[in-house]
């Protein structure tokens, strides 16, 4: 009963984390700084055990048919790095350089990636628009000031 | 975090990610089989490769005990690998050859729906087998080779990078380590490249009950892999450690086979030991296998700490590069060496919501402005992680700093980059072993002292994080030869003090905790041993880089029979005070002023003091002085003490 119990709970957590965390919006600034903390108890005993909190395991392949799906292959999509580095990506385009801001370039294949960096840069303001932006709207928003 | 999960929950972290958007359906480049549905394998064939194979010996070759992490143990000869999934044949844990052979014929059988043709899952195998073997593609049910290739292409791996995340403040246990294998994205997009980890697998979150399950193997093990921007953030911002990168220097082709593997590993379980069968020394296969003349998971006993992986590493020649990512706590004192106080004092106000965007602009100087624009952005991520600010605020002071930051154009910024402290492999050893001679209480004694791990204070904290102690089971025995007494002094399960200093950015917690059994002294002055268990927590701070001081609330509790209510409990405090001149004399000096309530009442009082030199990196001399006041008698205990660090 206690197992079934802790299933639904997990599933209850993931679902609703997933909705608040995730959800179709992406996620806002200083979400991922707050996700990778782990307890107070787990901070003094388990990270020489563990070396993670264990809740990122997923699989290097899946389906019967082998390697078509997996995260490997999410690692180029732009939403979901933005979504992934939001704190780390908004501090580099301020600052107009870095290696977030230069990854991104690399994954929107640009040529002229100072010119990129720039323009991200003076658009700043266009691009992270208020205080509850969200990491689809950051995409959406670098997207209009690339192609505008 | 919100959540753990066992293998069994894995369904639910793959909705999750999948919410995450992490397996973007439409983006999956799917590669069907290109396969013939009237194959049929040709028997004849198959067994004349059998019987091939077995004429080499290959099931004898160090590379296919390789690849099944076969090892001769104390059991005798077996698989590390605890998983049925692993292994084609019944008894493939522990037999070489019938797993050879199972594999050969498990490549030629027909395709079924629903279940991973073994080309697909065991594609290092095929590799070598068919290598060795010559095997004709014409007659397997498709071109697994060419089948895996473009999927590989499709990643555009460049070159293999080991990271090791240093232990982080207030957490000494991190000292540990941990390590990670990176397959860095050809066009060094470095923070995007597929991270390997291994990890035990638990729902656990009671810290004691985990401890031990995972020293003695209770857990699973397994593979996973995520971006590595992820666990960036998780060590470098989240639990503040430094990283380090050890790009190796494999070929094109030893990459590739490192690969494979990875996919032949893919949720595979091992139980897991925290000792020896960890997350480092799993990961040392992928190289082993990459590599065919490397045994670098050969040679290990007893423990295989993850920083003894990355020196095997070094020794082997194998490390081309090292690259430092400071954590964000090394990023903001590293900047705030430059930063004037006064100026440090606005960016704090201004980060903590004392004053105005409007205020910090019009007290900073326009040639400043990058610099503690940067600085503050910094400091607001602290701030926020440490739960000191609220995320709304957190938000909002951001985006006005990030506002202001992108109208400052960068030709007066000065490139900003962290000194780089001492690599973690610079590091003692952590077993060590001390004999020493001295006098208690006027008798004479020798003591032999041993722990298999970590790390105290008085050892050099080069490399590792200063003021932090960790020792496993740490224990010393006593050789009384005027009347003959054999006696042992002290057996500690675990020996934790973490003395975060505090400063004017961050406010920081310091903690002791020691249990175990020792000797007690009784009433009657006497000894015995019994259990004991002594805790505390306070405030540390330092002065000029050299004296570092604490003071902690102590509570200290001793068993024995011969106690009132077999107990001795008393609460106290401790002031302590380090002192390290150039790694070479360190001074490690403390007091205790307690006071026995309930049971027994008494005054205690101790005072110790430890000073060392540092001959070499593996030996040191110790001094060690230490004055007790209990039930009204005073002893002293002086030793000198020979150290030895392997």
């Known amino acids: 009963m206690k197992k079934i119990l802790s299933l639904v709970a997990v599933f209850g957590l993931v679902f609703a984390s997933a909705e608040a965390f995730a959800g179709n919006a992406g996620c806002g600034l200083g979400s991922v700084l707050l996700k990778g903390k782990k307890g107070k108890v787990m901070e003094l005993l388990a990270t020489c055990l563990n070396g993670t909190s264990g809740n990122q395991t997923f699989a290097i392949t899946s389906g019967t048919s082998g390697y078509e799906e997996g995260a490997v292959i999410g690692m180029t999509d732009v939403e979901v790095f933005v979504a992934k580095n939001m704190d780390s990506l908004a501090t580099d385009i301020a600052r107009g350089n870095g290696e977030y801001v230069d990854t991104l370039a690399s994954m929107y294949k640009v040529q002229d990636v100072d010119g990129f960096k720039t323009k991200l840069k003076n658009n700043f303001d266009k691009i992270y628009t208020n205080t509850g932006v969200t990491s689809k709207e950051v995409v959406a928003n670098i997207n209009d000031v690339v192609n505008g | ?646």
């Open chain 2, 1 to 646: 975090m919100l959540f753990n999960n066992t293998i069994k929950y894995g369904l639910t972290a793959v909705l999750f990610l999948m919410s995450l958007n992490i397996f973007p359906q439409n983006q999956a480049t799917s590669i069907e089989y290109v396969a013939d549905p009237s194959y049929s394998a040709d028997p004849a064939y198959i067994d004349s490769l059998v019987k091939k194979a077995i004429d080499l010996k290959l099931y004898d070759d160090p590379y296919w005990k390789k690849l099944l992490h076969y090892k001769v143990g104390l059991h005798g000869g077996r698989s590390l690998i605890d998983d049925k999934k692993f292994f084609l044949a019944e008894n493939g844990k522990r037999s070489l050859k019938d797993e050879l052979v199972a594999t050969i014929r498990a490549f030629f059988t027909p395709i079924e729906k629903d279940k991973t043709h073994a080309g697909i899952r065991f594609i290092a195998r095929f590799s070598w087998l068919s290598e060795k073997l010559s095997i004709d593609k014409n007659r397997l049910p498709f071109d697994f080779e060419g089948r895996f290739n473009k999927y590989y292409e499709s990643i555009n791996v460049g070159k293999a990078i080991v990271v090791f995340p240093a232990g982080y403040m207030g957490s000494p246990a991190s000292m540990f380590g941990h390590t990670l294998f990176i397959f860095e994205n050809k066009q060094n997009k470095r923070i995007i490249s597929p991270a390997i980890n291994y990890a035990a697998n638990t729902t656990e979150d009671f810290g004691p009950i985990f401890a031990v399950k995972g020293l003695f193997g209770f857990y699973y093990g397994y593979f996973s892999v995520m971006p590595y921007s992820d666990k960036i953030n998780e060590y470098n911002n989240s639990e503040m450690r430094d990283m380090w990168e050890y790009t190796l220097n494999l070929s094109d082709d030893e990459v590739k086979r490192a690969f494979k593997h990875v996919v032949e590993m893919d949720k595979v379980g091992s139980r897991y030991f925290f000792l020896d069968e960890n997350c480092s020394y799993n990961l040392l296969f992928l190289i082993d296998v990459a590599r065919p003349e490397l045994d670098l998971t050969s040679g290990y006993f007893f423990s295989a700490e993850p920083i003894d992986t990355i020196r095997g590493l070094i020794k082997a020649d194998l490390v081309k590069k090292r690259d430092y990512r400071p954590s964000l706590f090394s990023q903001i004192m590293g900047r705030s060496e430059s930063v004037s106080s006064a100026d440090s004092d606005l960016v704090i106000k201004f980060a903590k919501g004392n004053i105005s965007i409007e205020e910090f602009n019009s007290s900073i100087s326009q040639n400043k402005k990058a610099e503690l624009y940067d600085f503050t952005t910094d400091y607001l991520k602290f701030l926020l992680i440490k739960d000191k600010i609220k995320i709304e605020d957190y938000q909002k002071r951001l985006l006005q700093i990030l506002n202001e930051r992108s109208r400052v154009n960068n030709e007066n910024a000065v490139e900003f980059s962290v000194k780089e402290p001492f690599p973690p492999e610079s590091s003692h050893r952590s077993r060590k072993l001390s004999f020493s001679g001295g006098t208690y209480d006027k008798f004479k004694y020798y003591q032999l002292a041993f722990r298999p791990s970590c790390h105290s204070l008085i050892d050099s904290d080069k490399g590792l994080s200063k003021g932090s102690e960790i020792e496993f089971m740490p224990f010393s025995a006593r050789y009384y030869p005027e009347n003959k007494k054999f006696k042992f002094e002290k057996l500690s399960v675990v020996r934790v003090i973490s003395l975060s200093e505090s400063n004017r950015y961050n406010v920081a917690n310091c903690y002791l905790l020691d249990t175990g059994g020792r000797q007690n002294i009784l009433p009657d002055h006497t000894q015995s041993f019994g259990a004991f268990l002594n805790g505390g927590t306070g405030y540390s701070t330092s002065f000029f880089d050299l004296f570092q001081i604490y003071g902690m609330a102590e509570t200290d509790l001793r068993f024995s029979g011969q106690y009132n209510y077999n107990s001795l409990i008393c609460f106290g405090g401790r002031l302590g005070l380090i002192f390290d001149v150039l790694d070479v004399w360190k001074s490690v000096v403390s007091a205790d002023f307690m006071r026995g309530v309930f049971t027994e009442k008494t005054n205690v009082m101790r005072f110790t003091a430890e000073e060392r030199i540092k001959i070499t990196s593996f030996f040191q001399i110790t001094g060690c002085y230490t004055q007790e006041y209990i039930f009204k008698r005073r002893t002293h205990d002086i030793s000198a003490r020979a150290e030895i660090l392997f």
